[in-house]
């Protein structure tokens, strides 16, 4: 049989490789760690380069001073020689420039001696999806320089720093698309909630919050969505109980919808639907529900400098029209702007011609259609 077995030491440092992205402060245990396993001083991850108006991302085992961090952001990142490294190798300062011209370059004597640096190691993990991370390495004048045992070791650990930096970029991306999503729901005054099988609030949106807070329609109750009337109530866990036996069925396309009672005016709209059946590494079921709940009493709005560049609007016609799809009358929305009736008129006959529509119920359903309201 082959010998898996790993040393302690390896142990912990990859323990710490897999911890890096979400320690507090990220990547410091291990850069710490890596630089005792490769003897070095100081250990720099860079994963977003320097460059002209943009310091980057780049995190130091140790920080040697504030000022030398500004002056290499700043400054010496255009003229240092670890630049466009083949990904995955490893390489030491005199593998790329004459050790002669290196130690009298501006490079050297200006910035890099100074901080009593004298040899420098480096790779670059740059890959297909635009990941651009690199790593460096130094050790202090009087020190030997890095030999092949720490090169050798660098370049079997590059993979797996690599592996990592790009799931954590994976997921970066993917909680940014998220949260640019969940923002644009907000904004078009939809609340959404994801209940697990036990009808506990998994998250809530912005306006699922709101709605919670003014408990007119929904509620939580030892962590579970309650509606706050009983016939409401008693629908809504029939709903629920149907499009929970469609998620463990996986059948995600069932739709299940329900208007609350609110007496005269028509009241909130919820539509249930099931999420994809996903068993997680660890055994466990996937949130089961996703809940929509749209609220006819709440107004959707929009900026004035999106309407102006959407429709060519004037900064007066874009506020009068967003006054109008707040369902404000002509006269409500005049005496509001302090204008007379007939400038008012004048006004929504120009926004008439400007959008191409003749009513003004069109007009409201054209401003509250259109993607205004993501600009907010």
Same mark, same amino acid.
């Given at each position: ?11 912990? =440092? ?13 990547? #410091? ?5 890596? @630089?005792?396993?490769? *003897? ?5 991850? $860079? ?8 310091? !980057? ?43 002669? &011209? ?14 009593? $640096?004298?040899?420098?190691? /480096? ?19 009087? %020190? ?18 690599? #592996? ?18 969940? *923002? ?33 329609? =929904?509620?939580?109750?030892? @962590?579970?969505? %309650? ?13 629920? &109980?149907?499009? +929970? ?23 909130? @709209?919820?539509? +249930?639907?099931? =999420? ?5 590494? &660890?055994?466990? %079921? ?25 429709? /060519? ?11 109008? *799809?707040? @369902? ?10 302090? $204008? ?10 120009? $926004?008439?011609?400007?959008? !191409? ?17 993501? !600009?907010?």
């Amino acid at each position: 049989m082959r010998d898996y077995l790993i040393s302690a030491p390896m142990n912990e =440092l990859l323990l710490a490789l897999s911890r890096g992205p979400v320690a507090d402060p990220p990547w #410091q245990e291990f850069l710490r760690l890596l @630089g005792e396993a490769l *003897a070095a001083d100081y250990v720099t991850l $860079i994963l977003r380069a320097p460059r002209e108006g943009d310091s !980057g991302l780049v995190i130091n085992s140790v920080v040697l001073s504030p000022d030398a961090v500004n002056a290499y952001n700043e400054s010496f990142f255009a003229l240092d020689p670890f630049v466009n490294l083949p990904p995955g190798e490893v390489f030491t300062v005199d593998a790329l420039v004459p050790p002669g &011209d290196y130690y009298e370059s501006a490079y050297f004597r200006q910035y890099v001696e100074p901080t009593g $640096i004298r040899h420098i190691m /480096g790779a670059d993990l740059g890959d297909e999806l635009g990941n651009t991370a690199r790593l460096r390495f130094a050790r202090v004048a009087g %020190r030997d320089n890095f030999a092949a045992r720490e090169r050798e070791l660098c370049r079997c650990l590059l993979p797996h720093i690599q #592996q990592t930096i790009r799931l954590h970029a994976r997921i970066a991306r993917v909680e940014s698309e998220r949260a640019l999503f969940a *923002a644009a729901v907000d904004r078009m005054a939809l609340a959404a909630f994801i209940l697990d099988q036990r009808a506990r609030i998994r998250h809530s949106n912005q306006a699922g919050q709101r709605l919670l807070a003014e408990g007119r329609w =929904l509620t939580e109750h030892e @962590g579970q969505l %309650r509606l706050v009337h009983r016939a409401d109530q008693q629908a809504f866990r029939e709903c629920l &109980d149907d499009v +929970m036996q469609a998620h463990l069925r996986g059948e995600p396309g069932l739709v299940k919808a329900l208007r609350l009672d609110s007496g005269n005016s028509a009241g909130p @709209g919820i539509l +249930m639907r099931p =999420l994809p059946l996903v068993a997680a590494p &660890d055994g466990s %079921r996937n949130p089961s529900v996703a809940i929509f709940v749209s609220d006819p009493e709440y107004q959707r709005e929009a900026p004035v400098d999106v309407l102006m560049t959407l429709f /060519g609007l004037t900064r007066a016609e874009a506020t009068l029209s967003l006054l109008l *799809a707040g @369902g404000a009358t002509l006269d409500e929305a005049c005496r509001q702007q302090h $204008i007379s009736r007939n400038t008012g008129k004048s006004h929504l006959s120009a $926004i008439f011609s400007k959008t !191409g529509v003749t009513r003004q119920t069109r007009l409201v359903q054209l401003i509250l259609s259109s993607v205004a309201p993501m !600009g907010d």
